[in-house]
């Protein structure tokens, strides 16, 4: 049986469990690749919904001392790049404060939670730099058939040079 700290770092948010690497610290200094699928349809179609999300992105990494690359939302799930950087706050405390913040926002207006319970990161190895995972992620509005190129897609913003 693991030992209940243990399983609270292989968590994502409150009580959910995700694929974690049992052995990985999520406070380094790494760039992770985030997706957070909406709990329901596609509530990011709506462009205030939409505009609240990107900002607390935005403010959630700052407050935090994150190092964010980009992002790009997506009608039903977002993409983050981003790093813990030197604040040593691992990826859950981004989650939490993320999620908890957009999630009572947006029941607010809604009366409906906006987020799965869990999220996928994906820790970007050694050959993987910042640059490509980002041309993918914002490249997501094209694939789709949205935009035919991504700067053209609102609701995608990239801080690094690509």
Known sequence: MRDPEEVRDLTTFGRAHAVRLPDFDYAADVDIHVTLCAADGTPFDDADTARLVCASVEFCSQKMGYRLYGYCLMPEHLHVLLSPAASRRSLEHWLRDFK????????????????????????????????TVLAYIVENPVR?????????????KVLIEM
């Not at 908890?100 to 050694?126: E, I």
């Not at 190129?149 to 609102?154: A, E, L, S, T």
């Open 100 to 131: 908890s913040f957009t999630s009572n926002q947006y029941m607010k207006r809604s009366g409906r939670p906006l987020w799965q319970r869990s999220a996928h990161d994906h820790v970007c190895r050694v050959a993987e730099t910042a640059e």
């Open 144 to 156: 789709r058939g949205l935009v035919q190129r991504w700067q053209d897609w609102p609701w995608t």
